[in-house]
C-alpha cells in the first residue's frame, strides 16, 4: 500500500477552527490479480481544517459555519459510538481500514459528515480494498499484504470514534453476547473460505432466523387449554382417590385393586392429546419455516473481476459493487458510485414519502470537499444524497453502488431484526374461530345442565346409599368427570388445527406446483376467483423471444411472410391483401450480406447501447440477462451482425444521457455523443408509436456513408401494413429510431438534468425510422389446456397486455381466450381508460383483450371487477403493477421475470411464470376450503350426537353414569379432532374439483348439503346407539343384571359408536350430491394410513383395553354387529344425497339463533330493526337478511353497544318511556303539529334515551 505523501499540518484537527492546510488523499483502488491485497494510486488533495465543524470547543467557542449558509461539516462528531454499538467498533486482527460501526454511522440518520469522514467513495475503496469499477476479486479469500489502517483511508486529522477520540470504545457485557450469537461469524472466518475475512468482519448478509419453539414449549401451549387443565385436575383426584381405594379400603372376594387406573387412563389420554397436538404444531412450524426462507432467497447483479454475475442475496459482501435497476428492491446499505435517473421509493425505510433523486459519491464529495476548503455551501447541499438504504426501492433508472453494511449490520436489517412477524390467521381461520368458540360455549351449558342434573339426582340417592365416603367420593368425581368430558367432546379442537394443517399442506404442494404462497389467506380466496387478468409475455407465452422478421428501412427485410391468423375484422383482412407490403424480402444470411458496416454499427449500437440487459452467466452458460425483448435484440446483434461484447459496446460510446422505459409511452432512449461532436439519441419501443414520430427513414444501406430519405404518406401506410401483418403472425413488435442533435441537451430541455420519458416527448419528433422488428415468442404447450380447465371451473380469464391490438388479439383467439362470436371485447387502453365508470361497469364484464395497457389500465380493470362483485386474480411483473396486485384480491408476480416490488405487493409468487400453474393454484384453493368443509361436517356430526348420547345416557342411568364413559370419549376426541383433521384436511385436490362454479363471497361456510347430512347422520348415530342401550339387552338377549353380560352391552355400544364414527369420516370424503365417496382415496396415503391407526388404535383398545376402558374383549359376532351397524353410514348417506335440496330448504326452521356465530355487524342505526344473520352465511354477505329474529336479551356485554339501545332494561325503564311516548302523543293534540315538529321522539325500540328537544319533560 502506498501511504499518503507527508505534507505539512499533519496535526490532528483542534478542537477550535484552525487555517493551517490539511492533506487529504484520495485513493483508487484495482484489485492485484497476484495477491488478494488490492493496489491503490493516491492523489492528494489539500483541504482546509478550519471548516471541519467540531463541537463548542472547550473554550466555549461556538462552531464555526462552512462559508456561510445552514450545512455545517462536523467530522468530529461522526464516528462516536450510539449507546448499545460499542461493540461493532471493536474487531479483532483486521485487514480493513473501517469497522462495522463506522459504516453504520452513513445510516440512521443519513450522515454526509460520516460521509466525507470515510473519504468519500475513494477511501471507502481504499479502506474496503475493493475498486468501483472491476469490484471484488471472485478469488478473493483471505486478504493478504499490510493491512489498511483507518488513517490510511480517511482525511488527516479525523478522530477515529468521534467524541472519544483514538480511544477504542468497551463494548457492554450484552454486546458482547450478542455479537457472539450473530451466525456466521466465526465458521465462516477460517482461512480457505471465499472472502474469509469480510465475512467475519462484516457478516454475511443473512439476519438470524427466528428462534422456533421447542417441542417442550409447543407442548406447553398445546396444554394450556382450559378444558385439558381442568380434566387434569380431576384426573388427579380421581388417581388420588384410586390409590387410596386400592391401597387403603377393603376389597371383597379378594378383587381386583384397580381404582387407580381410571385417573392414570384419563392422564395418559390426555398425554396422547397434547403430543399429537405438539407434533402437528411443530411440523407446521417447520414448514413455513421453509417456505420464508424460499421467499427471501433470490438473486441479484454485481460485478465481480470486472464481470456481471448474478449471485444469491445472502453471498452479497461488503465492498461489492452492485447494480441497480428500475423496480429492485434494495437488499443491503451502500454508497452511489453513478448511473443514471436513479430515484427511490424509501418510504418503507424512512417514511420520506417522496421520491429520492441520488447524486453519485464523487459529485458529494466534492461539494463537502469546497466546504471543507472553506467555500459556501451548494444551495441544495442538505438535498445531495447518495445513500442507498436498504429496504428501498429503486423507481427510476439504473446504476451501480458499492455495498458498506449487510445482514444484521444494514439499517433495514437491524429494523428487521425486532420485527419477524408470526403469521396472521387467515380470514377462514378467525371465522372458524369464532365458531369453535360457540360451539364449546354450547358444549359447555350442556355440561353444566348435566352436572346440575346428575348432581340433584346424586344427592336424592345419598339418603339410601350405603357405600363408605371414599365410594361416595369416587361417585361424586365419577359424575364430575363426566360433565367435564362432554366438554372436552363438545370443543372442537381440531376446527382451526384443520384449516392450519389443510393451508400448511396446500402451500407446501403448491410450492412443488410452482406457486410460492407469501400471504396465506390468498390460498384459500385463490378457490373462490372468479376472474383472472393474466399477463401475455411469459405467463401464456413461453417468454423465449427471438427476432424472426426484420423490415429494416424501405429496402429490406426478412421473415414475417407466414400468413395471418383469421381475423374477425373482415375490412383490415381487405386492407391488408390490397396493400401488398414491396419491401423485398430474403433469407436472413442474404439480408445481414446487404449491409454496410456503417448499418451494421447504426443496428447494433441502437440496441446494445439502447439497452440495460447485460451479459452475464446463468447456470454456467454465457448469456444475456435482461428483458426477453432486449435479450432477444442482442442475440440478433451478436449472431447476425458481429457485435462485439455489451458492455465493450457501451464502453465505447460516449453514453451522455439515458432515458429509461416508460411503461406510460412506451419506449425508452439513449443519448451518445458522436465522434463527430453531434449528438445522437437512439429510441426504442411500441412501433406504431415510434412510426408516429418519424418524418425520415434510413436509406442506401448498402453505402458507407449513413443517408435517409423522407418519409412519405405511402411509406407510412407500408409500414402501418408490416405492423399489422408481424402482429397478425402473433408476432411482437419493436420499432427503432434515431434523431442527431448538434448540442445536448437540446433548447426545448435546457435546464433539464434528469430526464423522463414524458420531458423527452418535447425532442420526440421528426425521428429517422431505423427498423421494425418482429418478435416471436410461442405460447406454452399447456396454456391452451388451462384456460379450457378455468371456463370448465366457472373463472373468466381476460388478456391484459402492452402489445398492440392485432398481436393481443391473435394471441389471445389462439389459447381461447378472445370469443367474439361469443360477445367477447378486445380494446386498447387508452380506449378504455376514458370510459366513464357507467361505461366500464357495462364494458368490463365482456372485455376479454385489454391490448396497449398501462400499469393504471389494468388497475382500473382490477377495480371495476371487485365494484361488481368479483374475486381477481391479477398477474403482473412490473414495478407499475404493484398497485394492480395490491388491489386484486390476489395477486400473482412472476419469479422469474418479476421485479422485486412486483413481488412484494403480490400474495403469490410463480416461480415458473406459467398461467397453468394458477389454475394448478385454483385447484389447491377449493381444496381447502373442501378440506375444512368436510371436516366441519363430520365435526359437528360427532359433535351433536356425543354430546346427545352423553347427556341422555347419563340422566337415564340409576348409577348416574353415561353409556360412554371419560376415557372412551377422549378417545372419540382423540378421533374426530386430530386424526380426522389429518385425514380429512390433507385430501388432494380430485380433477373434479374444477367441474363447477366458484362460490361467491356471500356463499355459506355452512351449505344447505352439509346441514343436509350433519342432521341426517346425527340422526342415524342416536338411533342406532340408542336402540342398543336402551333395548339392546331385549334384542340380542342380554342380562344385564349380571354384571359382565351389561359390560359386554357397553362395550358394544362403544364399539358401534366409533365405527359409525370411522365410516362417516369416508362419507364426508364428498361434500357435493354425488354418490362416489371413494373418488382418489389411493392418491392421500394420509387418509389410508390414519384410518388405519384409528382402526388399529380400536381394536387394540377392545382387546387389551380391559379396566382402563372399563370394556371387555367382544367376540366375531359383537364385532360383526358393530362394524356392520356401523356401516351402515355409508348407504344412510347416499340416501341423504338423494334427498333434493330443496326439500331440505323447506324444512329449515328460522336460524337466527344462531346469530352469534357470525361476525358482529356494523352498528345499527337508531331507526333501523335489528337484523343479524346466522352463521351459515359468510362476513361479506350483506344482502340476504331472510327471517330476522327478535333481539336476544342474554350477552348483552359480549354484544356491546348495540345490544344496550336495542334490548329494554328492566320494567322501571320501559314504563318511563311509555310514559313519554304518552305525553308527546298529549302534547301533539295540545299544541299541534307546530310543536310536535320540534319534538324528535329516539326512544323508538325500546332505546329509551329521551327526547331530543323537549328537555321539560321528565
Known amino acids: 500500500m502506498s501511504d499518503s505523501s507527508p505534507h505539512e499540518g499533519n496535526e490532528p484537527l483542534s478542537s477550535t477552527p484552525t487555517l493551517t492546510p490539511l492533506q487529504q488523499s484520495s485513493t483508487t483502488t484495482t484489485p492485484n490479480p497476484n495477491d488478494a491485497s488490492p493496489t491503490t494510486t493516491t492523489t492528494t488533495t489539500t483541504t482546509d481544517p478550519g471548516h471541519l465543524q467540531p463541537p463548542a470547543s472547550s473554550n466555549g467557542a461556538p462552531p464555526a459555519k462552512g462559508g456561510g449558509g445552514g450545512f455545517h461539516l462536523n467530522v468530529h462528531d461522526a464516528f462516536t459510538p450510539d449507546p448499545g454499538t460499542e461493540d461493532m467498533y471493536v474487531v479483532k486482527n483486521s485487514a480493513f481500514a473501517f469497522t462495522p460501526g463506522h459504516l453504520s454511522k452513513l445510516f440512521n440518520p443519513k450522515s454526509l459528515d460520516a460521509f466525507y469522514a470515510l473519504g468519500g467513495l475513494a477511501g471507502l475503496e481504499k479502506g474496503l480494498r475493493t475498486n468501483r469499477e472491476t469490484g471484488l476479486s471472485v478469488d478473493e479469500t483471505s486478504l493478504t499484504g499490510p493491512a489498511v489502517t483507518f488513517e490510511d483511508a480517511a482525511p488527516k486529522g479525523v478522530p477515529k470514534y468521534g467524541a472519544n477520540g483514538d480511544a477504542e470504545p468497551v463494548p457492554k457485557a450484552d454486546n458482547v453476547a450478542n455479537a457472539a450469537s450473530t451466525p456466521h461469524a466465526e465458521e465462516h472466518g477460517k482461512a480457505g473460505g471465499a472472502f474469509a475475512d469480510r465475512r467475519r468482519i462484516f457478516k454475511e448478509n443473512r439476519l438470524p432466523e427466528k428462534k422456533s419453539k421447542t417441542l417442550l414449549q409447543l407442548a406447553w401451549i398445546t396444554y394450556n387449554d382450559k378444558v385439558l387443565i381442568l380434566l387434569t385436575i380431576a384426573a388427579v383426584v380421581s388417581l388420588a382417590l384410586g390409590l387410596y381405594q386400592t391401597f387403603g379400603g377393603s376389597h371383597e372376594g379378594g378383587g381386583a385393586r384397580v381404582e387407580w387406573v381410571e385417573g392414570v387412563a384419563i392422564m395418559v389420554a390426555i398425554v396422547i392429546v397434547v403430543v399429537v397436538g405438539t407434533l402437528n404444531d411443530w411440523q407446521m412450524e417447520r414448514q413455513f419455516n421453509k417456505l420464508n426462507q424460499k421467499h427471501n432467497d433470490r438473486t441479484v447483479k454485481v460485478i465481480r473481476s470486472g464481470k456481471s454475475l448474478e449471485i444469491s442475496v445472502f453471498d452479497i459482501m461488503v465492498g461489492d459493487v452492485m447494480h441497480l435497476f428500475a423496480g429492485d428492491l434494495v437488499p443491503v446499505d451502500g454508497v452511489f458510485i453513478n448511473g443514471h435517473g436513479v430515484k427511490c421509493d424509501e418510504s418503507s425505510a424512512t417514511g420520506e414519502s417522496d421520491l429520492l433523486k441520488k447524486v453519485n459519491a464523487d459529485e458529494v464529495f466534492a461539494a463537502l470537499e469546497e466546504v471543507a476548503k472553506g467555500g459556501k455551501p451548494r444551495a441544495d447541499m442538505e438535498k445531495l444524497d447518495p445513500f442507498i438504504i436498504s429496504g428501498s426501492k429503486i423507481n427510476e433508472g439504473t446504476g451501480t453502488f458499492l455495498v458498506t453494511a449487510v445482514g444484521v449490520n444494514s439499517s433495514y436489517g437491524r429494523i428487521t431484526m425486532a420485527l419477524h412477524t408470526e403469521q396472521e390467521d387467515t380470514p377462514l381461520q378467525k371465522k372458524l374461530n369464532s365458531l369453535a368458540d360457540w360451539i364449546a360455549k354450547l358444549g359447555g351449558g350442556a355440561a353444566l345442565v348435566l352436572f346440575i342434573v346428575l348432581f340433584i339426582k346424586f344427592c336424592v340417592s345419598l339418603k339410601d346409599s350405603t357405600d363408605s365416603p371414599d365410594q361416595k367420593g ?501 378421533i374426530m379432532d386430530t386424526f380426522a383433521a389429518l385425514a380429512l384436511a390433507t385430501d388432494p385436490p380430485t380433477p373434479s374439483i374444477l367441474d363447477r362454479m366458484p362460490d361467491r363471497k356471500s356463499a355459506p361456510l355452512i351449505t344447505l348439503r352439509m346441514y343436509k347430512m350433519i342432521f341426517g347422520q346425527a340422526i342415524c348415530q342416536l338411533v342406532i346407539t340408542f336402540v342398543l342401550n336402551f333395548a339392546g339387552a331385549s334384542l340380542l338377549g342380554y342380562d344385564i343384571s349380571d354384571e359382565q353380560q351389561a359390560l359386554h352391552l357397553r362395550t358394544l355400544v362403544f364399539n358401534t359408536f366409533v365405527w359409525l364414527q370411522i365410516f362417516n369420516e369416508i362419507n364426508n370424503r364428498r361434500l357435493d350430491n354425488r354418490y362416489n365417496i371413494f373418488e382418489g382415496i389411493t392418491k392421500n396415503y394420509f387418509f389410508l394410513a390414519i384410518n388405519v391407526v384409528m382402526v388399529g388404535g380400536q381394536v387394540l383398545i377392545i382387546f387389551v383395553g380391559g379396566e382402563a376402558f372399563k370394556i371387555v374383549a367382544l367376540n366375531g359376532k359383537e364385532w360383526g354387529l358393530s362394524i356392520g351397524l356401523g356401516a351402515i353410514s355409508l348407504p344412510w348417506g347416499a340416501l341423504i344425497r338423494t334427498v333434493p335440496d330443496h326439500w331440505v330448504a323447506a324444512c329449515i326452521p328460522d336460524l337466527s339463533f344462531l346469530k352469534f356465530w357470525g361476525k358482529k355487524k356494523k352498528k345499527a342505526s337508531s331507526d333501523e330493526p335489528l337484523t343479524e344473520k346466522p352463521i351459515v352465511t359468510d362476513d361479506s354477505s350483506v344482502d340476504d337478511e331472510r327471517n330476522p329474529g327478535p333481539p336476544l336479551r342474554i350477552l348483552t356485554s359480549i354484544r356491546g353497544e348495540r345490544a344496550r339501545q336495542h334490548i329494554r332494561r328492566g320494567f322501571r325503564q320501559y314504563m318511563h318511556d311509555q310514559k313519554v311516548k304518552a305525553k308527546v302523543v298529549v302534547k301533539e293534540v295540545v299544541s299541534g303539529s307546530r310543536t310536535a315538529s320540534k319534538v324528535d321522539v329516539t326512544t323508538a325500540n325500546g332505546g329509551g334515551e329521551g327526547l331530543k328537544g323537549a328537555p321539560a319533560l321528565k
Open 474 to 974: 369416587q361417585i361424586f368425581l365419577r359424575l364430575f368427570i363426566t360433565s367435564v368430558t362432554v366438554v372436552v367432546v363438545a370443543v372442537p379442537e381440531g376446527l382451526p388445527l384443520a384449516v392450519t394443517l389443510a393451508l400448511a399442506f396446500a402451500t407446501t404442494r403448491m410450492m412443488k406446483d410452482n406457486n410460492l404462497v407469501r400471504v396465506l389467506k390468498a390460498c384459500e380466496t385463490m378457490g373462490n376467483a372468479t376472474t383472472i387478468c393474466s399477463d401475455k409475455t411469459g405467463t401464456l407465452t413461453q417468454n423465449k423471444m427471438t427476432v424472426v422478421a426484420t423490415t429494416l428501412g424501405k429496402s429490406i427485410s426478412f421473415g414475417g411472410d407466414d400468413k395471418p391468423l383469421e381475423t374477425d375484422d373482415q375490412a383490415v383482412a381487405d386492407a391488408a391483401a390490397e396493400k401488398k407490403n414491396t419491401v423485398p424480402n430474403v433469407p436472413v444470411a442474404e439480408f445481414v450480406k446487404a449491409l454496410s458496416d456503417t448499418t451494421k454499427q447504426l443496428l447494433v449500437q441502437s440496441n446494445a447501447v439502447n439497452s440495460t440487459a447485460f451479459e452475464g452467466d446463468d447456470n454456467g452458460e454465457q448469456t444475456f440477462i435482461g428483458s426477453k425483448t432486449e435479450v432477444a435484440l442482442l442475440t440478433l446483434c451478436r449472431d447476425h451482425l458481429g457485435a462485439a461484447p455489451v458492455q465493450e459496446e457501451r464502453t465505447n460510446a460516449n453514453v451522455v444521457q439515458v432515458v429509461p422505459f416508460d411503461s406510460a409511452v412506451k419506449y425508452m432512449a439513449t443519448v451518445v455523443k458522436l465522434p463527430s461532436g453531434k449528438f445522437r439519441a437512439y429510441v426504442k419501443g411500441a412501433s406504431e408509436i415510434l412510426l408516429a414520430q418519424c418524418s425520415k427513414v434510413v436509406a442506401a444501406l448498402d453505402s458507407d456513408e449513413l443517408t435517409t430519405t423522407d418519409f412519405t404518406e405511402s411509406d407510412r401506410e407500408m409500414f402501418l401494413q408490416t405492423i399489422t401483418s408481424y402482429a397478425g403472425q402473433t408476432l411482437r413488435t419493436i420499432g427503432s429510431s434515431y434523431r442527431d442533435f448538434d448540442s445536448w441537451p437540446p433548447p426545448e430541455l435546457a435546464g433539464q438534468e434528469e430526464l423522463t420519458a414524458a420531458e423527452f416527448s418535447k425532442v420526440h419528433k421528426d425521428m429517422t425510422l431505423v427498423a421494425i422488428y418482429g418478435i416471436k415468442d410461442p405460447l406454452r404447450p399447456t396454456v391452451i389446456g388451462a384456460i379450457k380447465d378455468c371456463q370448465r371451473a366457472g373463472v373468466y380469464v381476460r388478456m391484459v397486455t402492452g402489445d398492440n391490438l392485432l398481436t393481443g388479439r391473435a394471441i389471445a383467439r389462439e389459447c381461447g381466450i378472445y370469443t367474439p362470436e361469443t360477445g367477447g371485447i378486445a380494446m386498447e387502453g387508452p380506449v378504455f381508460r376514458r370510459k366513464t365508470e357507467a361505461e366500464l361497469k357495462e364494458l368490463v364484464p365482456h372485455l376479454q383483450v385489454l391490448a396497449r395497457s398501462s400499469p393504471e389500465d389494468k388497475r382500473i380493470l382490477v377495480r371495476t371487477l371487485k365494484e361488481l362483485g368479483e374475486t381477481v386474480a391479477v398477474t403482473g411483473d412490473g414495478t407499475n403493477d404493484a398497485p394492480a396486485l395490491k388491489m386484486a384480491d390476489i395477486g400473482f408476480a412472476m419469479g422469474i421475470a418479476g421485479t422485486e416490488v412486483a413481488k412484494e405487493a403480490a400474495a403469490i409468487i410463480l416461480m415458473d411464470d406459467n398461467f397453468a400453474s394458477i389454475v394448478k393454484g385454483i385447484s389447491w384453493g377449493r381444496a381447502v376450503n373442501d378440506a375444512v368443509k368436510k371436516f366441519l361436517q363430520f365435526q359437528l356430526t360427532v359433535n351433536i350426537t356425543a354430546v346427545i348420547l352423553t347427556f341422555v345416557s347419563a340422566v337415564a342411568s340409576d348409577e348416574e353414569q353415561s353409556v360412554l364413559n371419560a376415557v372412551q370419549l377422549l378417545w372419540v376426541n382423540l
